[in-house]
Each structure stands twice: as C-alpha cells, then as structure tokens.
T-cell receptor, first 110, second 116 residues
C-alpha cells in the first residue's frame, strides 16, 4: 500500500507569514498533484508536477517535486485569509487511483 | 480547465430509501471516474473506481450491493445509495480522469447526503 504522509495536519498563522506543507512517501510517484478544498466544496486542482526536481509557481504558491519523485512541498509566501482551506497532496502511479495524503488544514488569520 | 458536475448538491432522505447521485464530465470524455466519501475534517476516502462499460472496482470494506455504481456513458457515472441509513450520511465526491491524463483527476463539487 502506498502511503503519503502529509504534514503538518493543522496550521494556523497570521496574515503575511510564510508556510510550507510537506508530503513524503517511500514510494516513487509518476506525478504529484496538489489540491485545495473549501468547506462544502470539491477539491480544486492547483498543480501537477511530473518531473523529479520540478518547481512550479502559481502566484504566491511554489510547488516542488523531489528529485527522487517520492516527496513534494508547497510553500506559500505572505499568506492571505483567502488561502484558508484544506490542502491535499495526491500521488499518481499511472492508471491507478490517486493516493491522497491526510490533508493540511490551513487557517490564515487577518 | 476540465469541469465535473454533480447532482444533487444536497439531499435529505428518510431511512430505508435509495438515493441516486449523478456525476458528469462536462467538457471531456472520461473512461474512468472515481467515487469518494469524506467525513468531517478528514481527507478523501476512495470508495470505488467506475469504468465506462464495465463493472466498478470497489475498495476493501465498501459494500457493492449498497453503493451501486453505473458508468453507462463516457460522461456520466451514477452512485446509488440503497436502503440508506443515518450512518450513510456523508459528503460524497466524484472525480473524472481525462483520457489524455493517466494521473490527474478533476473533482465535482460534492453531494451532501443526510439520512434521517
């Protein structure tokens, strides 16, 4: 069974602070996706990374895929209250269902 | 981007009745769709993989006779919760995988089921 360990599970920070969320596994993934979910809604895809060492930026969000494609991180710069939500990482291994981490519940306080 | 819809968004039913939830891929064809269940403040739990034109693959511990899945076309999968009980109350989310992507899944907005 592939496992994705996501940390931290909860994070409460002040507006303007930086934060990093980590996803780690002993398994190699062909891709890693990051989703953001708000209460009562479905997860929304933020990014897909597929190449070891790949870095993608989405405004204040920076996503990195580890060289060995076993881990990934999400860094948010100058967090805003609108960043509040549940962040989920998910590993893909081809034509099998995604393996999800347990999620990081982020709260950004104004 | 790829759009997936779900209907209904909320449903309240009496214990013992059956409820059907629809999942549609609006701008792409999806040979594979997935059904998840999400408990409050938790991550997604995969229930089953729905394959167009064939039987669904259920995860361990999910009763296939209780959660009936039909993927009759390349844009529609349905989940029917049969003889619903209060413990079936949950947030059900579907996702669809575009044919050009082996990994990426796009999610629907979810259906909140409440069984009285």
């Amino acid at each position: 069974t592939q496992l994705l360990e996501q940390s931290p599970q909860f994070l409460s920070i002040q507006e303007g602070e930086n934060l990093t969320v980590y996803c780690n596994s002993s398994s190699v993934f062909s891709s890693l996706q990051w989703y953001r979910q708000e209460p009562g809604e479905g997860p929304v895809l933020l990014v897909t990374v597929v190449t070891g060492g790949e870095v993608k930026k989405l405004k204040r969000l920076t996503f990195q895929f580890g060289d060995a494609r076993k881990d990934s991180s999400l860094h948010i710069t100058a967090a805003q209250p609108g960043d509040t939500g549940l962040y989920l990482c998910a590993g893909g291994m081809g034509n099998t269902p995604l393996v999800f981490g347990k999620g990081t519940r982020l709260s950004v306080i104004a | 981007g790829a759009v997936v819809s779900q209907h209904p968004s909320r449903v309240i039913c009496k214990s013992g009745t059956s409820v059907k939830i629809e999942c549609r891929s609006l701008d792409f064809q999806a040979t594979t769709m997935f059904w998840y269940r999400q408990f409050p403040k938790q991550s997604l739990m995969l229930m089953a993989t729905s394959n167009e034109g064939s039987k669904a693959t259920y995860e361990q511990g999910v009763e296939k006779d209780k959660f009936l899945i039909n993927h009759a076309s390349l844009t529609l999968s349905t989940l029917t919760v049969t003889s619903a009980h209060p413990e079936d109350s949950s947030f059900y989310i579907c996702s669809a995988r575009p044919p050009a992507s082996t990994d990426t899944q796009y999610f629907g907005p979810g259906t909140r089921l409440t069984v009285l």
